[in-house]
C-alpha cells in the first residue's frame, strides 16, 4: 500500500531564506506526483507536476525534483517571502489507478 | 478562465440529516474527484467522475454517493450525516481519461458542520 511521508511537519524560518521541503514515498510505481499549497480555511492551489520519467519541474522561484528509484521529491524554494506561508502538500498518483496518495503536509511559516 | 466552482461555501446540518455539496468543473474538464479533509487528518480520496460515470471511490462508507451532469457538473450527497462527517470538501477537476494522470485543479471547498 502506498503511503506518503512529508518531513518537517512544520517549518518556520526567515525571509529571504532559501529552503527544502521533502516528500518521501513507498511504492515507486507511480505515474506523476504533484506539489500544492493550501491557504488556512481554503482549496488547493497546484505548484508543480513532475511526470515519472522527469527528473524536475521549475516555477518561478520553485524547483520540485523526482528520484524515483529512492522513493522521494523535493520542493526547493528560493528567496522565500511572507506570502509563501502555508501548508505545502506532495502527492503521488499510482500506475494502477487514477488516484491521488496524500502526504499530511508541512506547515512553513516565514517570519518577515 | 474560471477555476473549478463550488457550493456553498458553508454548510451546517444536524446529525442524521443529508447535505448536498456541488462542483462546477474548469470549461473543458470532464474529471470531476472529491476529497474529504478532516480536521488533523490528511487529505481523503472519495470519489472519481468522468463522462458522467462513477470511476473509482475511495474508502467510503455507501451514504457518500454522488452524480456527474451531462455538463459535466457533480454533486457529492452525504446521507445520514455524522458528526464525523464535519470536514472540508475538495473537488478538483482534470481533462478526463485521456489526460486522467494529468494536474488536478481545486476548487475552494465546502466546510460542513455536523452539530
Known amino acids: 500500500k502506498q503511503e506518503v511521508t512529508q518531513i518537517p511537519a512544520a517549518l518556520s524560518v526567515p525571509e529571504g531564506e532559501n529552503l527544502v521541503l521533502n516528500c518521501s514515498f513507498t511504492d515507486s510505481a507511480i505515474y506523476n506526483l504533484q506539489w500544492f499549497r493550501q491557504d488556512p480555511g481554503k482549496g488547493l492551489t497546484s505548484l508543480l507536476l513532475i511526470q515519472s520519467s522527469q527528473r524536475e519541474q521549475t516555477s518561478g522561484r520553485l524547483n520540485a525534483s523526482l528520484d524515483k528509484s529512492s522513493g522521494r521529491s523535493t520542493l526547493y524554494i528560493a528567496a522565500s517571502q511572507p506570502g509563501d506561508s502555508a501548508t505545502y502538500l506532495c502527492?503521488?498518483?499510482?500506475?494502477?489507478?487514477?488516484?491521488?496518495?496524500w502526504g499530511a503536509g508541512t506547515k512553513l511559516i516565514i517570519k518577515p | 478562465e474560471a477555476g473549478v466552482t463550488q457550493s456553498p461555501t458553508h454548510l451546517i446540518k444536524t446529525r442524521g440529516q443529508q447535505a448536498t455539496l456541488r462542483c462546477s468543473p474548469i470549461?473543458?474538464?470532464?474529471?470531476v474527484y472529491w476529497y474529504q479533509q478532516a480536521l488533523g487528518l490528511g487529505l481523503q480520496f472519495l470519489l472519481w467522475y468522468d463522462e458522467g460515470e462513477e470511476r473509482n471511490r475511495g474508502n467510503f462508507p455507501p451514504r457518500f454517493s454522488g452524480r456527474q451532469f451531462p455538463n459535466y457538473s457533480s454533486e457529492l450527497n452525504v446521507n445520514a450525516l455524522e458528526l464525523e462527517d464535519s470536514a472540508l470538501y475538495l473537488c478538483?477537476?482534470?481533462?478526463?481519461?485521456?489526460?486522467?494522470?494529468?494536474?488536478?485543479?481545486f476548487g475552494p471547498g465546502t466546510r460542513l458542520l455536523v452539530l
Open positions: 470549461s473543458g474538464h470532464t474529471s
Open positions: 478538483a477537476s482534470s481533462s478526463g481519461l485521456a489526460g486522467a494522470h494529468g494536474a488536478q485543479y
Open positions: 502527492a503521488v498518483k499510482e500506475d494502477s489507478n487514477y488516484q491521488l496518495i
